[in-house]
Structures are given as structure tokens and as C-alpha cells.
Nanobody
Framework: QVQLVESGGGLVQAGGSLRLSCAASGSDFNVMGWYRQAPGKRRVFVASITRGGGTSYSESVKGRFSISRDNAKNTVYLQMNSLRPDDTAVYYC????????????????WGQGTQVTVTS
């Protein structure tokens, strides 16, 4: 069972920045990534990164968010710039040994998430 610990969320004004971190127990994760869940909405994909550094982003964050990872620390980061009120959500990370980060409904185990609130 993978343990995931997210951190770095907070309250920020529109246009501001935050950097999220997620440490995962275990190893050999090919893909690490982020999801988010806004109030009253389903959890959705935000960004992912492979062990080799290949990245993928949802259209809503492309150009504003940047994902990176430290393979030695099994940690993934999400640098969020130009934040908007519609980025407000609880952000969760997860990992995958395969080639693609799955739909969030596939996972049974999640961390506690980290709250990001963007005010206008």
C-alpha cells in the first residue's frame, strides 16, 4: 500500500503562486501526478510526469503549472503560477507503475490532500 503525503497548499490571491509537494512511500513508480477536486465536483487529472521526465497537463493548467519530480526522494512537485479562483480545490497526488496515470476512480488509496484556495 502506497502512502502519499501532500503539502504546500494555502490561501493566495489571484495571480499568485504556490508550490505543492508530494512524498510517496515505496519506489519504482514510473508515473507520478496530481489530481484536484473542487467543491461539489469530481476529482480530475491535473498533471503527470514519467520517471524519464515526460510531462502531461490538463488544458486548464497548461502554460501556468509545471510538474517536476525527484526520483531519489520519490517526491513530485507542482509549481502553480498565475493562479485563478477556479483553481481552488483540494489537490491530491498519486503514482503508477505503468505508463499512464489512471482515471482517479481507479485508485483505492489517497493521501489527505492539500487545500488550495485562490481569492479574486
Amino acid at each position: 500500500q502506497v502512502q502519499l503525503v501532500e503539502s504546500g497548499g494555502g490561501l493566495v490571491q489571484a495571480g499568485g503562486s504556490l508550490r505543492l509537494s508530494c512524498a510517496a512511500s515505496g519506489s519504482d513508480f514510473n508515473v507520478m501526478g496530481w489530481y484536484r477536486q473542487a467543491p461539489g465536483k469530481r476529482r480530475v487529472f491535473v498533471a503527470s510526469i514519467t520517471r524519464g521526465g515526460g510531462t502531461s497537463y490538463s488544458e486548464s493548467v497548461k502554460g501556468r503549472f509545471s510538474i517536476s519530480r525527484d526520483n531519489a526522494k520519490n517526491t513530485v512537485y507542482l509549481q502553480m503560477n498565475s493562479l485563478r479562483p477556479d483553481d481552488t480545490a483540494v489537490y491530491y497526488c498519486n503514482v503508477e507503475r505503468g505508463t499512464v496515470l489512471p482515471d482517479p476512480s481507479w485508485y483505492d488509496d489517497w493521501g489527505q490532500g492539500t487545500q488550495v484556495t485562490v481569492t479574486s
